[in-house]
């Protein structure tokens, strides 16, 4: 197990595997503690400043991050992340409110203020904003630790009418199946033969009505996401009376949509968040495909990164950090019900609560590393180990240490199968520390 040293300055030094040695100094104040996730001390006297050529790999994804940091001979640095995949829904769920309140209930018109309806230069939609900006923030985390001097990253672009018809050539791009119709509704009703694909026409209703598969609000109104349905089997759906068993292959394209719109972002972000002496450059998968059969290693995104920083031999390191991102906290205000009488109800709880806030890191009194998921106003918190095990359900408050704030990611580590253990218990370094 690594730690990770700064200078005076704050500049990321070599880490170091002597965990006896560090804790000696921390003990005669020459470092003090800088982070507990990943652990990492900073010096308090002047040092040379002797670093070694340090390559960053990143595994880009949707939904999940791999990254590895490595010098050509061992990794000094392995982590997965899991990335939020709930931005559509929250926005979806945030504009059908917004709808709602303006066009449903009975409210005063208000003229818009504002003509700001344009969409600047250079433009993402939210859900892809966040997917980039998550992306040069992980990397940035790595190079506070570390003297990286290039990140590698991998892109990926997808030729999604291909993935949908893999003989489509020529033409036949500017030509899909919807050509000849008004709307994807005249396409749909054509495609299932004007049939109910529920009761294929026992119920005798001849009406016809087109029923999203999957939610509207995470769905869309793809032809994919569309069935036929007569309007008796679709009332009996919507009211839980009928079961339907569609067979039909739907297979959502947003996560290959989105890689095509954040590859080419992520590396300019990244490029203008770094210093000019750090080089970014990227590189595709079928390179780091290759490159993993080749060497024989198993498939992970760790690993994949490992290959993409170009040193798939390195030593690979003994644990690699799993890291689940979070939302710092809630931003609905008010519920969306209004109670009787007119009264609208708080939604949001206090920031803080005895000192402590939602998914703070922190330490029971048996030494081991917590996350908090409840509160309560009496003291009485909920906390879980960081693999999503119930540590308890009602523990006090002044039974727990507070190890850092909530940064917008649970923090894990797990072991590599045949990985070389650390001689020094990391979980119990922090527990002496602590």
């Not at 893999?166 to 899909?176: K, L, M, N, S, V």
């Not at 294929?200 to 209703?205: E, F, N, R």
């Not at 979070?326 to 000192?355: D, F, T, Y």
């Amino acid at each position: 197990m690594y730690i990770y040293v700064l200078d005076t300055d704050g500049k990321p030094l070599m880490p170091t595997r002597r965990a006896g040695r560090v804790r000696r100094m921390l003990r005669d104040g020459q470092a003090i503690v800088a982070s507990h996730t990943p652990f990492t001390v900073r010096l308090t006297y002047d040092t040379t400043h002797y670093v070694q050529r340090v390559t960053l790999g990143v595994d880009a994804g949707t939904a999940h991050v791999g990254l590895s940091a490595s010098t050509a001979t061992r990794e000094l640095y392995a982590a997965e992340v899991e990335l939020r995949t709930d931005i559509v829904e929250k926005l979806s769920t945030r504009r059908e409110a917004r709808r709602a309140r303006r066009g449903k209930r009975s409210v005063r018109y208000r003229a818009p203020r504002f003509d700001n309806r344009r969409k600047p230069k250079g433009w993402l939609a939210p859900s892809v904003r966040q997917k980039v900006a998550s992306h040069v923030r992980l990397i940035e985390g790595v190079t506070k630790i570390l003297p990286v001097t290039d990140v590698v990253i991998e892109v990926a672009q997808f030729d999604m009418q291909r993935i949908k018809n893999p003989d489509i050539a020529g033409t036949e791009y500017q030509q899909g199946p919807q050509l000849d119709f008004l709307n994807f509704r005249e396409y749909v009703l054509w495609r299932d033969g004007h049939e109910c694909q529920c009761c294929h026409g026992k119920s005798k209703d001849r009406v016809l009505n087109v029923h999203h598969i999957e939610s509207r609000k995470t769905g869309g109104d793809s032809p994919d996401n569309l069935v036929t349905l007569c309007e008796t089997c679709h009332k009996a759906y919507h009211a839980g009376e009928v079961k339907l068993n569609l067979k039909r292959n739907f297979q959502s394209l947003r996560d290959a949509a989105m890689m095509n719109t954040m590859r080419m972002e992520v590396l300019q972000h990244t490029e203008r968040a770094l210093e000019p002496s750090v080089d970014v450059r990227h590189t595709y998968g079928y390179i780091t495909k290759n490159t993993r059969i080749r060497a024989g290693l198993q498939k992970s995104h760790a690993v994949d990164a490992l290959c993409i920083a170009g040193h798939p031999a390195a030593r690979q390191a003994d644990t690699v950090f799993a890291l689940h991102q979070l939302r710092r906290h809630n931003r609905k205000v008010m519920k969306a019900n209004i109670l009787p009488g007119g009264r609208w109800k708080k939604n949001q709880s206090p920031r803080e609560i005895k000192g402590f806030r939602l998914y703070d890191m922190v330490r029971c009194g048996d030494g081991r590393a917590a996350y908090v998921h409840g509160r309560r106003s009496t003291g009485f918190f909920m906390v879980k180990t960081p693999d999503g095990k119930t540590v308890s359900n009602s523990v006090r408050c002044k039974d727990l240490k507070l190890v850092r704030h909530n940064n917008a990611y649970m923090f894990n580590q797990t072991k590599r199968p045949g990985a070389i253990p650390p001689t020094n218990e990391f979980v119990g370094f922090l527990a002496q520390l602590s």
